[in-house]
């Protein structure tokens, strides 16, 4: 088996098995397109499909009950059900072979073909015509010209392909590290016990090993990667859009619509909904559409379609000078055969077709589009070692022009670990100061001591029954976690004073939890901002257990708990005096989860455990039992994220469902409020948590200047007045809903529509913020629903994270032009170096051979791609500018002033190398006994030329050094740490570029130079650094502020003078 795809086995003699067969093949087409008759009719509704699929239940009642199942498969049987329907797993792309790449690179490349055509072409006239220079036919080297143009095209393939290969098992390696967030799926599974006995289990496992017939959960957040019907009467919401198309979110039915689709999401449900796995892989639904667009391509990054349509304007031009050099140097070849009567020579004629395509070689700037994908591939996999998991390629070019970043606290701000601070419970406050408490024993871990044992087991259940997975038995997130840190903190005070440790067993809460017909359990919904749990005690009360928010549970409190588990009424001085304690709590950075539970009047017809269960959690009064507070630590790198975003011109706004009091602590922690608003902020950074007046007036400054704002605020202002009097300041909102956060998001946009905003989300309704915001930020322990509607996932959901990217994503800006500024330099200056060079001279060839050019090609596209686009990015270089505006060309103005002025250098001298430079070197002769005599070199002579060629290439490293130098801070010393793939790349150069001069010979139409002409060539072209260096000053220092302010000044009366509305205003 391979890829997770196996055919339909081939059916027995046995008959009831190959119907089973064909109906189970049928089920995701009955599931995909919700066919209810033919699922009541062929499959026999769900008692049918239990036995189709040979699910077992632990009793014969769930067969006819629908509303529940507790049952499974055999563990035994997975390795068969996976063989027989399939493993859930869709195969991957096929990667290509090396040798595929290659195949593709000359298939794409019309002019690459025409130079192969000539390069065969030379070696067979090579081989049967007298040579235009010595009058002859020579065997022996006839076809060496023609072999070594071959020669370089094998080399600029092989390269080019080596490249893609390298590209792909990049992104392969991201794709593969994608697949490992997903979250851990629900199943049970019958194992058999050492005495034969079969023992259901609940397990944890990948979403990629869930075979048909598994019994799974499903919860809020989920992303389906099968088809499945649902068992068990729950509140069931699904996102079927990508799947249907439908928009409005879809409540299932178990009689009218228990269809889950693959590729559909879950919005919304009890985590005690379970639904039987029908199809998995390519067999569902969506997995066999996915199938049929497996091999489409990933559309190109704007980015890339910048540089693509900048490139086919460069090749155009190439391709110009390609057509005029041969036009050049047949019209002279025709007027010295016509005039002269020089003979015709086929070789000249070819040479001079093949050096001409070269140009065009040349000039087209196939390396363009190649410095992206490279940059974008090696910053991926960068990033993915700095926690950064990029899901879409646009997201790291996006990222370097983002402006505001809109961030959660808990878990991105602060640690996901919490501690047990504070609990308030039967009236008293109880305060953790390391292992101290009051009236307890330092060497006592305590936190609670109350009054009897009942009053503890009580409290215990409130938290119990919320923070527990009962089929895990244990807690499945970080509230939870802190929460059950009361268990080993609560000690009983007996009558004689003496204090013992509380003892508390779980495990009959959990098997009530588990008894589907006596619990309804509703999971934490961060519009509710609380979780509800309904138990049938076996005294026969129903009772609601209900943790949250503060102001949303103790606002359905009628009365509390109080010694000796008596209840009292919540009056409004109980109310007034534990909203102040609330209120301590909150300014001291706390997290305070409310508990409470309520008994159910068994009358009333919303209960139900024995038949159909709420949708909706009862509304009923309830009893105060305790405010806990958790502690959350500030991560130690954010402080420092956040005064790297100011210097990097990022705005951050933290939006949280915390109290307003607990946001302002945390925001003043990490430095958010000293960074925003540090005059109105830093009398009250080290009082806040006292609770003292000059505080408190700190606070009421924030929140009057919009600095700070509560969610009710937000939701009662209209869009315009937010944005007219907030926008500007708002840094903190509080209490806010994911709603909220997605309108924060459209107001951004309509303050600046140039704006690039950030946002980070986790949960299920975070989903639709993620995607209208420019870069959505996932958490790794947020749902798949997140994750998928996310650009990036940051797999240690850290705020630092969304700081790498935008360092990332500017760095790969960056390196991009640093090609870009490289390539049109060299591009303009070999073409009209070929072309001059060949109208000047009278042997009417190009200086610039064709294994020549193709070997500036090499240097120019692949070389310099793989130097300049994967420089590492530097922090304070990077993070020390404000972000460009959204409108931003590729090239910049001081980048084309170095193209200008570096290339009208390089041009001038090697103009002045090919009119005289051969009289400034001497070669010597010897012999005949007379002295040794010296005389200049051949004008246009082999040695002339290789001078030439070696002066063109070396002038090429050098500017190498200056492309890297992009900012006025940059200097030509500094970041050499970051610069190794360069470094490397140069000496390579250089190497290779010695031994093609020194030992090429007629393959390179090269001859060996001296020890002083490669000391007068390095002289020559060291001058391109002076070159680059002035040039840098005096648009620095003396050109940038009049060329900016003239385009400026051009760019308004041009707006004034085609828009009469700014003339008015003005």
């Given at each position: ?43 026999a ?74 390069a ?11 040579d ?26 092989t ?25 851990l ?21 990948h ?15 989920m ?48 985590s005690?909904?379970?639904a ?13 559409i ?44 025709a ?26 070689v ?13 940059s ?13 998991l ?8 996006t ?34 100061e ?28 409130c938290v ?36 013992t ?15 589907e ?44 708990v ?28 706390l ?26 959690p009862?509304?009923?009064p ?8 958790l ?16 210097r990097?011109?990022?705005r ?7 109290a ?16 925003a ?52 300041n ?76 935008t ?6 800006k ?84 170095q ?16 009119f ?9 002769h ?29 002038m090429?490293?050098m500017?190498?050094?200056n ?7 940059e200097?030509f010393f ?29 393959l390179?139409?090269?001859?060996p ?20 260096a ?37």
């Amino acid at each position: 088996m391979q890829g997770g795809h196996t055919s339909v086995p081939i059916c027995s003699a046995n008959t009831r098995e190959c119907a089973a067969d064909a109906l189970i093949t049928a089920l995701p087409d009955i599931i995909g397109h919700k066919r209810i008759e033919r699922f009541s009719s062929e499959i026999a509704g769900h008692q049918g499909l239990l036995s189709l699929l040979d699910v077992h239940c632990e009793n014969l009642t769930a067969w006819n009950n629908i509303h529940g199942i507790r049952g499974g498969i055999l563990d035994i049987s997975v390795h068969e059900r996976r063989k027989r329907f399939g493993a859930n797993y869709l195969a991957r792309i096929p990667k290509k072979s090396f040798i595929s790449f290659v195949k593709e690179s000359v298939e794409g490349d019309r002019i690459l073909q025409l130079l192969i055509g000539s390069a065969v072409l030379s070696i067979v006239l090579g081989m049967i015509t007298p040579d235009y220079q010595e009058g002859k036919v020579d065997l022996s080297t006839g076809w060496v010209e023609g072999a070594a143009i071959f020669l370089s095209v094998v080399i600029v393939v092989t390269l080019g392909a080596l490249n893609n290969y390298r590209k792909q098992e990049q992104f392969a390696h991201v794709i593969e590290s994608e697949d490992r967030t997903r979250q851990l799926v629900l199943v049970w599974r019958y194992e058999t016990a050492p005495g034969g006995e079969l023992l259901l289990r609940p397990m944890e496992i990948h979403s990629a090993d869930v075979v048909v017939g598994d019994v799974v959960q499903i919860s809020a957040g989920m992303e389906l990667t099968f088809d499945a019907i649902l068992f068990g009467n729950r509140h069931v919401v699904c996102d079927e859009c990508s799947v249907t198309g439908e928009n409005e979110e879809i409540v299932k039915d178990l009689h009218s619509d228990p269809f889950l689709i693959s590729g559909s999401s879950i919005l919304d449900g009890s985590s005690d909904a379970v639904a039987v796995v029908c199809a998995v892989g390519e067999r569902s639904f969506a997995g066999e559409i996915a199938m049929t667009i497996h091999g489409t391509e990933k559309r190109n990054t704007p980015l890339q379609d910048q540089l693509e349509a900048l490139a086919e304007r460069i090749g155009k031009f190439g391709l110009l000078a390609a057509v005029l050099t041969f036009t050049a140097l047949f019209v002279k070849e025709a007027y010295r055969i016509v005039v002269y009567g020089s003979p015709f020579s086929a070789m000249k004629f070819f040479e001079n077709l093949t050096t001409a395509i070269a140009i065009a070689v040349v000039a087209v700037p196939e390396g363009l589009p190649l410095s992206v994908t490279i940059s974008l591939a090696y910053s991926m996999r960068r990033m993915l070692q700095d926690g950064n998991l990029v899901r879409h390629l646009a997201a790291c070019e996006t990222m370097g022009g983002a402006t505001v970043l809109c961030t959660d606290k808990t878990g991105t701000i602060t640690l996901p670990e919490m501690k047990l601070a504070r609990i308030f419970f039967e009236g008293r406050n109880y305060l953790r100061e390391g292992n101290n408490l009051n009236g307890i024993k330092p060497s006592l871990d305590a936190i609670v001591t109350v009054s009897s044992p009942h009053s503890a087991a009580h409290l215990m259940e409130c938290v119990a029954a919320n923070a527990l997975d009962p089929e895990l038995g244990r807690v499945r997130s970080k509230t939870g976690e802190a929460l059950m840190q009361l268990k080993s903190s609560i000690y009983v005070v007996a009558e004689d004073g003496h204090i013992t440790p509380f003892s508390y067993d779980e495990e009959p809460l959990l098997a009530i939890m588990r008894d589907e017909s006596s619990c309804v359990r509703f999971p934490f919904s961060s519009l509710q901002k609380k979780s509800t749990t309904v138990l049938k005690l076996p005294n026969g009360i129903c009772r609601v257990y209900v943790s949250g928010a503060p102001e949303m549970v103790l606002a359905a409190c009628q009365s509390v708990v109080v010694e000796n588990d008596r209840l009292a009424p919540l009056d409004d001085e109980r109310r007034v005096y534990y909203e102040s304690v609330l209120q301590d709590y909150a300014e001291a950075g706390l997290r305070t989860v409310c508990c409470a539970y309520g008994d159910i009047n068994p009358l009333e017809e919303a209960v139900g455990l024995s038949g159909m269960m709420p949708l909706t959690p009862p509304n009923v009064p309830l009893t105060f039992v305790a405010l806990i507070a958790l502690e959350e630590a500030i991560r130690p790198e954010v402080p420092r994220s956040l005064e790297l975003c100011a210097r990097a011109g990022l705005r951050v706004i933290m939006i949280t469902g915390d109290a307003t009091l607990t946001a302002i602590n945390i925001a003043a922690r990490c430095g958010l409020l000293d960074l925003a608003r540090p005059s109105a902020f830093d009398t009250c950074h080290t009082s806040l948590s006292l609770g003292s007046p000059t505080s408190l007036r700190a606070v009421e400054t924030l929140i009057a200047e919009g600095y700070v704002m509560s969610g009710a605020d937000f939701r009662s202002l209209k869009d315009k007045e937010f944005v007219d009097k907030f926008m500007l300041n708002i840094c903190v909102l509080a209490r806010a809903t994911p709603l909220d956060k997605k309108r924060v998001l459209r107001l951004l946009k309509l303050h600046n529509p140039l704006a690039v905003v950030a946002v980070t989300g986790d949960g299920t309704n975070d989903a639709p913020a993620l995607k209208t915001s420019d870069v959505g930020f996932a958490m790794n322990t947020g749902s798949d629903v997140a994750k998928r509607a996310s650009d990036i996932v940051l797999l240690d959901n850290n705020f630092a994270g969304m700081v790498k990217a935008t360092m990332w994503g500017r760095n790969v800006k960056d390196n991009i032009r640093k090609f870009l500024q490289f390539q049109l330099t060299v591009n303009c200056v070999a073409c009209l170096i070929a072309f001059s060079g060949a109208l000047m001279n009278e042997q009417n060839v190009s200086p610039l051979k064709p294994v020549q050019l193709l070997w500036l090609n090499l240097i120019m596209d692949t070389l310099a791609a793989l130097a300049l686009a994967t420089e590492l990015p530097s922090e304070s270089a990077l993070l020390s500018r404000p972000p460009e505006s959204r409108n931003a060309p590729v090239i910049l103005p001081s980048m084309w002033f170095q193209v200008v002025t570096q290339g009208g250098f390089q041009f001038l001298l090697q103009m002045h190398l090919l009119f005289s430079g051969n009289k400034h070197f001497k070669t010597k002769h010897v012999g005949g006994g007379l002295p040794d005599s010296f005389s200049t070199i051949e004008y246009f002579g082999p040695k002339h030329l290789s001078i030439v060629f070696n002066v063109f290439v070396i002038m090429q490293v050098m500017n190498f050094f200056n492309a890297r130098l992009l900012t006025q801070d940059e200097t030509f010393f500094g970041r050499w740490g970051d610069s190794s793939g360069l470094l490397l790349i140069v000496s390579l150069i250089v190497v290779l570029q010695v031994c093609i001069v020194q030992y090429g010979g007629r393959l390179m139409s090269t001859v060996p130079l001296t020890a002083h002409e490669w000391m007068v060539c390095v002289m020559y072209a060291i001058w391109s650094l002076v070159v680059g260096a002035v040039s840098r000053w005096w648009w620095w220092k003396v050109l940038r502020g009049k060329v900016c302010g003239t385009a400026h000044w051009t760019r308004w009366h041009l707006e004034k003078l085609f828009n009469p509305s700014i003339a008015k205003r003005n």
